[in-house]
């Protein structure tokens, strides 16, 4: 009886009090001013430390005003552990990006909705895309707001886009019913490059996207951020579908404006700078500088950006940089951001790459052929591309030996008609015609024994006789054409088997030629018209001489044959006693007569003085040439009767020569 | 600017003469240098002796007058040179011009046209005689007056002087040959001495002087020099030789008049034809003497330019053999039967004449085909073409035509005329198998591969044809045969080979244009060259060819750019989850409606 009394006067007391604390509280949360929520949940828990409804109602007020920090401290704090706590507490760490706290913390909360929602983002955070998607497909009975969007996006990440638009179907949803499940959707279309599908989907989704947040009374600029991704995303599909001006206007136009969030940023000014390459490095560098950590004296990435980018973007970025540098020939600090990738990227064959482009850059080839060596040693798994930089490296500088060396070793492209091709021009370069026939032999002997469909036993075939013709080796490359007409019977082999053989065994080449069309052309040549050509040329003045003499032959053997009537003969000529026959050097030309001295003419020439005494050296020109005769003067004398009688007997040849042509 | 050289030659030797009349020196003249160079600058480098004579005339008058040694004013006074007028070494100049005077005169009348006649050649001889005179005073007073060397060279000069003046008289050669021995003796070992001018100058005088000595001793019998060798003689080249040559000349036509006196007859085909005229006989022994050059034992020692030349005299020789021969028929009247041997005798020396065209002909195409060869060892030779074989055996066919008309010519037609045309028929379808070889090979250098096979066939018909006749004729047709054989092979195996390459660039031409086809499909878009990787399954070096320098296009490196793209949008659904706890019941009845929450977009 006496307790009673006492409760009963203090409860009338402080009930109008918190009551109306709480009205206020009721009011600021609808009015989501959550500054002045937390102050007076302080004032509720300093008038009643132990309120939970004020204690949970602090905690949710700090995680909507962003301050998590704050919201931390006051859980830990707090003296009492509520249960829904541990949810609350994961999602702060959550947002810290402590992960593995967040995990650990989230299992002690018992398994809902939320927390299987907060797993799933905290493992899509950690990129184990496959647990993800486990849990939202358990979840996709719960008809939980927007998650096919999430769902979307795990599925691009891990690398099953094609996926995508099944999962659509069963949920029944439709890929423009919001501007982020366009976008998501896009970019798994992107993974499989539809490139084109892909843009339309996201003109669509920005479309939708601008009518959407109109809706919601947003201003211009919180639009533009809003649809950021969207732009950035266009101008990468259009850099990838050739429309390299276009997407640079994009990019562009997203940097300038400044209107984007810092993952956006940082896409644009990437595939910017990929766009330009070796053009404007300077700008391209003071635009990559925009993403660096300010604290820090060599290009790091800055930590909000460390934590949004993924491990592929950022090794991108980096890798950019390092090429810029190299473009515009800083070394130094090239070779510091080469030196530090190698940590960051562990398993990536980029920063080898990169280190090897450098000592290429200060002219060290052999020293980055071998860095790629013992890189194709250590990862096996990756070493074909790393062989294929050395053998690009090695023969760049020269070093055929070497090139061909790292070829060998890539052994599923071994045998290869490219690959072959490259060995033996390698080998012949350095000098080793021997290695370059063993490396035909092996390739031949290979695919002499390979049994798929797609057999390139007959090229190599071709190539080997081609390659031991051109060293002199006739008789084994015979035999390989004649491999090659047994087995393919092509027309390449016959000819090239044709044309060797033909030099060694007439007989032989004869016999193949016969299995050899018929030349094009052929038929419409008239041989006789060709023997009497000079040559391939047309027909020059001096050649007009010999054409005469054919067509004069041939209207001889023509008249002959035309003739009926007896011979008319000029006068005073006897055909029973026709005289001496004309000179058989008539028709030739004077130079090539053999009475031709041009050596006379010119000691005649270089006798000639000036006017004076002209007479005298007349008359001692005509001793000198006379002198080589060396005839006494009555010798003399009867020649020059002599040349004269010569020279009557000449006129009545030439008439009578003439009558009998015509 | 002569008269000017030698006015200042003349103020510097005025030192010297007073030097002279003071210390009395020893005077030095090169005697060889002196002379060689005077004879060069003055008209004998063309064999002009009449402008060297009229030089040393001048120059006698320039050299008494500035010596004040003329012969009185007006009337002539003779004014002997002795040793105590020999007070300068110009006075030496005098005496050795005043020999090369004569010397030259004596040569100039030796060039006359013609030859010279009796009162030229008296008129010759005493010139030369002078010249003999003034020589050996010359020769004496350097004993006296000048060194040692001086005086050597002198007597060189005498001795060659006596020599010559010998040589002409044809008298003596004993005493010619010591005299030229004599000389060639100073000469040789003056030329071991001395600056090197001095020396090859010597010894060329040597070479000068060696002919002469043979020749000599070819007359005193102790020689046994053909007609050939001394032919050979006769290339030697220089001015002392002038005289040396015609001599040789002289003596060549004297034995050719002795050995053509026994010759009565020409031989052709088997038949003989008399020989009437003595300067037709020398002629075609002239000619036939020149074959011996061609086809002897020592041919293949001669190189193709010499062979040239020696098949140009053998032309000329026949071509005045048959001038006279034609010479003759017309001063013969009306006696038929010497008409009928001129005939024939013209016909014959014509077919001999063409029969040297037709072989010097071939060894222009023996030349022009080694040509062809080595153009493709030797790219730095000037290329030699097909058509230019195609045009030598136009000339052999043409040869050959006109040899074949001409033996087939006239009136009666003799067994051995008319084997001698089916000869000639067949070297000429021999020749015009060859020359459509070459045809078909000029055509195949330019590409055209139809042409060029049916040609190279036909040139293989053309060969067989004139094998199988060669086959049926009896004769020494051996090498002919041979290569007519070697030609067959080489039409087969080229026509063999013009085929495949025909067939290989007709497939070639049908894949470019559907290559191109495909080409165009790309329209606007820049083929970037490939990796490796790439076209493994196309047989292409990625590194170009062995021979070929090209960027190597294994792999991309530097790596190039990347491109990244934007993750997918991940909304923070689990932000929407956390709401405030329901605290109605704590208020008082005044109550508000809850509103939504905005969604909160978490990247």
């Not at chain 1, 266009?234 to 810092?262: F, H, N, S, W």
């Not at chain 2, 005798?345 to 037709?358: M, N, P, Q, Y």
Request: positive net charge; charged residues 30%; aromatic residues 6%.
């Amino acid at each position: 009886m006496a307790p009673k009394p006492k409760p009963a006067p203090s409860q009338p007391a402080p009930p109008p009090a918190l009551e109306d604390l709480f009205t206020t509280l009721n009011r600021h949360i609808q009015a989501s001013a959550y500054d002045n929520a937390v102050r007076l949940t302080d004032q509720i828990l300093a008038i009643a430390p132990g309120d939970e409804d004020a204690l949970r109602c602090k905690v949710v007020a700090l995680i909507k005003n962003d301050r998590v920090e704050d919201t931390l401290s006051a859980i830990r704090s707090s003296k009492k552990q509520l249960d829904d706590f541990h949810f609350l507490k994961a999602y702060c760490l959550y947002r810290q990006n402590k992960l593995d706290e967040a995990l650990e913390s989230l299992k002690r909360q018992e398994s809902n909705d939320e927390t299987m929602l907060l797993e799933c983002q905290i493992l899509y955070r950690l990129g184990k895309m496959d647990a993800c998607l486990d849990i939202y497909r358990k979840l996709q009975n719960s008809k939980i707001d927007n998650m096919e969007i999430n769902s979307v996006a795990a599925l691009v990440m891990s690398g099953r886009s094609s996926e995508v638009q099944g999962m659509l179907d069963s949920l029944r949803v439709k890929a423009t019913s919001s501007f982020e499940l366009a976008y998501n959707t896009a970019c798994s279309l992107i993974a499989r490059n539809e490139y084109t599908d892909a843009e339309q989907l996201l003109l669509s989704g920005r479309r939708i996207g601008q009518e959407v947040l109109m809706e919601d009374n947003l201003a211009d600029d919180e639009i533009e951020i809003e649809l950021s991704p969207i732009a950035v995303q266009l101008a990468y599909v259009q850099q990838l579908l050739g429309r390299k001006q276009d997407a640079i206007e994009a990019y562009t136009d997203v940097i300038k404006r400044d209107m984007a969030d810092e993952s956006s940023i940082a896409v644009a000014v990437n595939n910017l700078v990929s766009l330009k390459g070796p053009k404007d490095v300077s700008d391209s560098l003071r635009k990559l500088d925009r993403l660096k950590d300010k604290e820090n004296q060599s290009f790091r990435l800055a930590p909000g950006l460390d934590l949004k980018l993924s491990a592929k973007e950022k090794e991108a970025i980096y890798a950019n940089r390092v090429l810029l540098l190299l473009h515009a020939n800083k070394n130094e600090q090239a070779r510091e951001l080469v030196s530090a990738l190698p940590d960051m990227f562990p398993e990536s064959v980029i920063p080898i790459f990169l280190q090897a482009a450098l000592l290429v850059r200060e002219n060290k080839a052999g020293r980055a052929e071998e860095i790629l060596a013992q890189f194709a040693s250590k990862f096996p798994d990756k070493s074909k591309v790393v062989h294929l930089a050395r053998a690009q490296v090695a023969a760049a500088a020269g070093h055929p030996h070497i090139a061909a060396d790292s070829l060998t070793k890539i052994s599923d492209i071994q045998h290869m008609p490219a690959t072959v091709a490259t060995l033996v021009s390698l080998k012949e370069r350095a000098g080793d015609i021997d290695g370059a026939a063993a490396v035909l032999d092996n390739a031949t002997k290979w695919w002499s024994n390979a049994m798929t469909e797609d057999n390139k036993l007959n090229t190599i075939t071709q190539e080997a006789a081609l390659f031991k013709l051109r060293h002199g080796k006739e008789e084994e490359a015979a035999q390989l054409y004649e491999q090659l007409v047994k087995s393919q019977g092509s027309i390449e082999a016959l000819v090239g088997l044709v044309t060797t053989v033909a030099r060694m065994d007439v007989a032989k080449a004869e016999l193949y030629e016969k299995q050899l069309n018929a030349l094009p052309g052929l038929k419409g040549i008239d041989v006789d018209s060709l023997e009497r050509t000079s040559g391939v040329k047309q027909v020059d003045a001096p050649r007009v001489g010999v054409a005469e003499t054919y067509e004069e032959g041939k209207n001889k053997t023509k008249s002959k044959k035309k003739r009926k009537r007896k011979p008319r003969y000029p006068k005073g000529f006897d055909p029973a006693n026709p005289g001496p026959p004309p000179d058989p050097e008539r028709w030739l030309p004077k130079r090539e007569r053999s009475t031709y001295r041009p050596k006379r003419k010119d000691k005649r020439a270089a006798q000639v003085r000036g006017s004076q005494g002209a007479v005298v050296r007349d008359k001692h020109d005509t001793g000198a040439s006379s002198n080589s005769s060396n005839l006494k003067s009555n010798q003399g004398t009867s020649k020059g009767a002599a040349q004269n009688a010569v020279s009557e007997q000449t006129k009545p040849s030439s008439k009578s020569r003439k009558k009998s042509r015509n | 600017m002569g008269k000017e050289s030698q006015t200042s030659a003349m103020e510097i030797d005025a030192p010297k003469s007073m030097n002279s009349d003071l210390i009395v020196p020893k005077f030095s003249i090169n005697v060889l240098q002196l002379l060689k160079s005077a004879q060069m600058q003055h008209g004998l480098r063309h064999g002009d002796y009449t402008r060297y004579r009229r030089y040393c005339t001048a120059r006698l008058r320039r050299l008494y007058k500035s010596l004040k040694f003329t012969h009185g004013r007006g009337k002539y006074a003779k004014r002997a040179l002795t040793e105590s007028t020999v007070t300068e070494v110009r006075f030496l100049h005098v005496i050795l011009y005043t020999a090369e005077r004569a010397w030259s005169h004596a040569m100039e009348k030796r060039q006359l046209p013609n030859g010279p006649n009796a009162r030229q050649r008296i008129y010759l001889i005493g010139r030369l005689r002078k010249a003999v005179k003034w020589a050996t005073l010359f020769s004496q007073l350097c004993a006296v007056k000048a060194d040692s060397r001086t005086s050597l060279e002198a007597e060189a000069y005498e001795s060659y002087m006596k020599g010559s003046l010998l040589f002409e008289q044809d008298q003596n050669w004993d005493v010619a040959l010591k005299n030229f021995k004599s000389a060639r003796a100073v000469y040789e070992e003056l030329g071991k001495y001395g600056d090197l001018d001095n020396q090859v100058l010597c010894r060329e005088r040597v070479e000068e002087l060696e002919p002469s000595i043979r020749y000599c001793l070819h007359k005193i019998g102790q020689s046994d020099l053909q007609a050939s060798e001394l032919l050979q003689i006769s290339d030697v080249e220089g001015p002392a030789l002038d005289l040396f040559k015609a001599k040789l000349e002289a003596a060549m036509a004297e034995a050719r008049s002795q050995q053509a006196a026994s010759m009565t007859e020409f031989l052709w085909l088997g038949h003989r034809f008399p020989i009437s005229n003595a300067k037709t006989r020398v002629s075609i022994l002239k000619a036939q003497e020149l074959e011996k050059d061609i086809h002897g034992p020592l041919a293949d020692s001669i190189p193709a330019d010499k062979r040239l030349v020696i098949f140009d005299k053998i032309f000329s020789a026949y071509h005045e053999a048959r001038g006279y021969i034609r010479a003759d028929l017309a001063t013969t009247g009306s006696t038929e039967s010497v008409k009928d041997d001129l005939n024939g005798l013209d016909k014959a020396v014509s077919a001999v004449l063409g029969e040297r065209t037709i072989d010097r002909n071939l060894l222009l195409v023996k030349v022009a085909k080694s040509k062809l060869a080595k153009r493709h060892d030797d790219k730095n030779e000037k290329l030699t073409k097909p058509e230019e074989l195609v045009r030598l055996y136009d000339l052999l066919l043409q040869n050959t035509g006109d040899l074949s008309d001409l033996v087939s010519s006239g009136r009666d037609k003799k067994p051995e005329e008319v084997i001698f045309a089916e000869v000639c028929s067949c070297k000429s379808l021999a020749f015009r198998a060859q020359r459509c070889f070459y045809v078909a090979k000029s055509y195949s250098v330019a590409g055209k591969r139809a042409e060029a096979y049916a040609l190279y066939c036909r040139a293989r018909n053309l060969a067989d044809d004139a094998l199988k006749k060669f086959q049926m004729l009896d004769g020494d047709n051996k090498t002919m045969m041979k290569e007519l054989e070697d030609l067959c092979n080489e039409c087969r195996s080229n026509s063999c080979i013009e085929h495949a390459l025909g067939i290989m660039e007709e497939k070639k031409t049908q894949e470019n244009l559907s290559e191109r086809v495909s080409n165009i499909s790309l329209t606007g878009t820049e083929r970037l060259e490939k990796f490796l990787l790439e076209k493994l399954d196309v047989y292409e070096s990625a590194v170009g060819d062995s021979n070929v320098k090209c960027t190597p296009r294994i792999a991309g490196f530097p790596p190039a750019f990347q491109a990244i793209s934007r993750n997918p949008i991940v909304l923070d659904l689990a932000y929407n989850m956390i709401e405030f706890p329901p605290i109605e019941n704590r208020m008082k009845k005044d109550r508000k409606a809850k509103g939504g929450f905005i969604s909160r977009i978490f990247g």
